[in-house]
């Protein structure tokens, strides 16, 4: 079951049982939200983010340019040991092109002296995209793991987007 988010002409819908935290002063043209599963374990699953369409367009020319960017700060992370696209391909999402990312990212985890270092791999999903109607660059950002019933989630979630009214 889902429940929908309304906040500053921004609808998405997320399962009922997941938390919402805001992350930062949330206004029209700026905030940032996670959602986690509950009250005691706060990490996030999703990240709703999104800033004035012109600070994105100062930078990148398109969503892909943000998304390539995006990567290529990812790489230069000290605790990555690797990073590998499973998936990218431009989607629809509110009539926008939309730029759709599935990495999976090995990160090296510190251990303690004289112990072999450990690693961590997660499954990163992230989406962006550019709303002139709204004037704002939404990006959505998840580490949903990937169990069977919870393979389309991030893309259901993505596909429920709303970022302006219908024309």
Request: hydrophobic share 35%; net charge neutral; aromatic share 8%.
């Amino acid at each position: 079951m889902f429940e929908t988010l309304k906040i500053h002409g921004i609808e998405l819908k997320y399962p009922e049982e997941w938390v919402i935290h805001p992350l930062i002063k949330l206004e029209r043209l700026r905030g940032e939200l996670a959602f986690s599963l509950n009250e005691q374990n706060a990490t996030p699953k999703l990240m709703l983010s999104w800033k004035p369409l012109d600070q994105s367009k100062r930078k990148y020319n398109s969503p892909k340019e943000q998304a390539e960017a995006t990567i290529k700060m990812m790489k230069k992370d000290k605790s990555l040991k690797s990073l590998e696209i499973i998936n990218h391909e431009e989607i629809e999402v509110n009539g926008h092109k939309t730029e759709f990312y599935n990495i999976k990212v090995n990160l090296y985890k510190p251990a303690l002296i004289m112990i072999k270092p450990k690693f961590i791999i997660k499954n990163i999903k992230f989406a962006m995209l550019f709303c002139e109607e709204s004037d704002r660059a939404i990006t959505i950002y998840s580490e949903i793991e990937d169990t069977e019933e919870k393979e389309n989630l991030f893309k259901e979630i993505l596909s429920s987007l709303v970022c302006h009214p219908p024309k």
